[in-house]
């Protein structure tokens, strides 16, 4: 019977291969906490291999030969796995947080379509040069235009300390432009105080900055935002 006939060892390779390197992408999200982690990319690659291993071999079997054009594979996943991609990007106090997940996932549909055409080597190298991208060029980048770059900064604090003042000050002495891009009162019992965003631009050390402003009399929290997501 044709549908239970034992799948060909390329197309068991095919999809092994595609929840190894996907899951691999999918635990470097979940590791960094960022939405979208190694069940949903493994499932994403799982679920384009499989478009793609039926498109090359499940139609014909079905169906007998017949000419088609097998770019539709990749060109319908494309287009299909947007809505993914899409859920995971946000915007948060001015800032596009998500673009980095949203990009994983598209490319572990292009790893599950790669593995599904056979194309194993290049399966792999693609998911390396993921890592090199993430791990090494983008440190590196990022060394480069340290003193470009700009950093967020959440901080809680209570009020009638002066807190946002004595912070913004203290930014301004250590080397840093400033700028308030949001702010919000919070009450908890008899807790009064705020959530403030700001971002910072200069060549002073972050670090350092974070923990004077941990000093300031009234700051409860203080937390870095992430711009890449």
Known sequence: M???ELPAPTQVIALILTVVLCGLIGFEREYLRHDAGIRTHILVGLGSCLFTLVSLYGINAAAGNFSWDA???AAGVVSGI???GAGVIFLNHDAVRGLTTSSAIWIAAAVGVTCGVNMFSIAILAVVL??????IISPIVKWILRNRQNTGLQIVYEDGHGSLRATLLQATQMGFETRVLSSH??????WHGAVVTINLLGKGDI??????INKTDGVSEVEVLD???
Do not use: P, T, W
């Open 82 to 84: 947007g809505f993914i």
């Open 185 to 190: 009162e919070i009450s908890k019992n008899e």
């Open 207 to 212: 670090s350092d900055l974070i923990e004077e």
């Open 227 to 229: 711009n890449e997501g």
């Open 71 to 73: 770019s539709r594979i």
């Open 130 to 135: 993921y890592f090199v991208a993430i791990f």
């Open 2 to 4: 044709m549908g239970f």
